[in-house]
């Protein structure tokens, strides 16, 4: 682990931290965070890594960014959470940035099924996927999905309904430090 723990992994793991702390307390993941966290990331890749570090930090926020911009087209997630997954991306670059994802991905899979189940929701999952696929279908002609997640984010309910995904970030990159590790000595 002593390998992977570089300036760029112990900014992002203390940032992610933070942001996650702000997503589970008011469901909200501030740009006052995320923005400098992105243009700091890519300022250190280019210093620190010349021409091709800043080219590595780009692919990390372009993957960071597209990978979560069709689920905030779709209402999926937070503007927040797109511009969190884009700076982790300008800091890690692109490789570190999609492990990542898959574990942030998965571990908000696990929650999400946790939360049907504790609060017996499946009828309204199913509604929301419905709703999911009626979007994908007319996606050229219904862009608006940030006032969906305003206004889940204003339920009384809402913990019972939304997904923290800054804290699934954080466990991700924990998750993909802890693999990268364990790969690097096996």
């Known amino acids: 682990m002593a390998q992977l723990v570089t300036i760029p992994v112990l900014v992002v793991f203390v940032a992610v931290l933070a942001m996650a702390a702000t997503d589970l307390w008011k469901f909200k993941v501030y740009n006052v965070l995320t923005l400098p966290l992105l243009a700091s990331g890519l300022i250190y890749q280019g210093i620190v890594g010349g021409a091709p570090g800043?080219?590595?930090?780009?692919?990390?926020?372009?993957?960071?960014?597209?990978?979560?911009?069709v689920f905030y087209v779709m209402g999926g997630v937070g503007s927040g959470d797109v511009k969190l997954l884009a700076a982790v991306g300008a800091w890690l670059g692109l490789p570190l940035t999609f492990y990542v994802f898959i574990a942030s991905s998965l571990a908000a899979g696990v929650y999400a099924v946790v939360l049907l189940l504790t609060y017996r929701r499946l009828g309204d999952a199913w509604i929301n996927l419905q709703v999911v696929w009626y979007r994908m279908k007319a996606i050229g002609r219904y862009l608006g999905s940030e006032d969906n997640v305003q206004a889940e984010m204003s339920r009384a309910d809402r913990r019972q309904r939304l997904i923290p995904f800054a804290a699934m970030v954080a466990i991700g990159l924990i998750v993909a430090l802890l693999a990268a590790s364990w790969l690097a000595t096996h």
């Open 54 to 69: 800043l080219i590595n930090g780009l692919l990390g926020a372009l993957f960071g960014f597209a990978a979560l911009i």
